[in-house]
């Protein structure tokens, strides 16, 4: 698996402004920390950040069909919908964009990893709630891995989010990439599993 070609080592992390890295430098973002810890780790993989600040589901169901031809990942980390709710979008059109999404990624047998989402209160308990498990459902649906919210635990310590409240500061990076970690790791590990065993044509 992967430097031999046989199967992609490429994970892409297709966001918004969240993964981006949004108000610090590239480099202190947290894909970039993941494919810091995966090297470390030992595990050849690398990391393509496709995320960019703004995007909406129906941004992202347009630009997503390229980023899968062009980098023929075997893992997706789909952070979307976070912007279409503060837009408060309607919820049946960003479950759509979100579905279509999850089908390409499948079509193209790609695993994935689907970032849950919450909203301020000041959005309404009908609007929030329907938003928020609108996630858990197509998790449901598509038999995906569903990553906790990737801010909670988060929203309270100010010390770690920027001015805006919304997006988290460098210093909240690392942890955001512990919040993954169990969910790649597992996927990983059940690759290395999954993986058939050279017989031995001597049969010793």
């Given at each position: 698996m992967?430097?031999?070609?046989s199967k992609s080592n490429t994970i892409l992390v297709f966001g918004d402004s969240i993964s981006a890295g949004y108000g610090m430098q590239a480099e202190e973002s947290w894909p970039y920390l993941l494919a810091g810890k995966l090297e470390s780790k030992?595990?050849?993989?690398r990391v393509v950040n496709a995320s960019l600040s703004g995007e909406t589901t129906g941004?992202?169901?347009?630009r997503l069909r390229k980023a899968l031809e062009d980098h023929s990942p075997w893992l997706l980390i789909l952070e979307l919908g976070g912007n279409d709710g503060l837009r408060g979008y309607p919820i049946e059109s960003i479950r759509k964009n979100l579905n279509a999404?999850?089908?390409?990624?499948e079509s193209r047998k790609v695993d994935i990893l689907f970032v849950g989402m919450v909203l301020p209160p000041n959005y309404g308990k009908r609007y929030t709630s329907a938003f928020e498990s609108m996630y858990s459902d197509l998790a449901?649906?598509?038999?995906?891995?569903?990553?906790p919210v990737l801010l909670e635990g988060l929203l309270t310590p100010k010390s770690l989010m920027?001015?805006?409240g919304i997006h988290p500061r460098?210093?909240?990076q690392p942890l955001l990439v512990?919040?993954?970690?169990?969910?790649?790791?597992?996927?990983i590990l059940s690759e290395v599993t999954d993986e058939p065993a050279i017989s031995n044509p001597e049969g010793h």
């Open positions: 992967g430097s031999d070609g030992g595990f050849d993989y941004g992202g169901l347009i999404m999850l089908q390409l990624a449901q649906q598509h038999q995906v891995d569903l990553v920027q001015r805006d460098a210093e909240a512990e919040n993954f970690w169990p969910f790649i790791e597992k996927k």
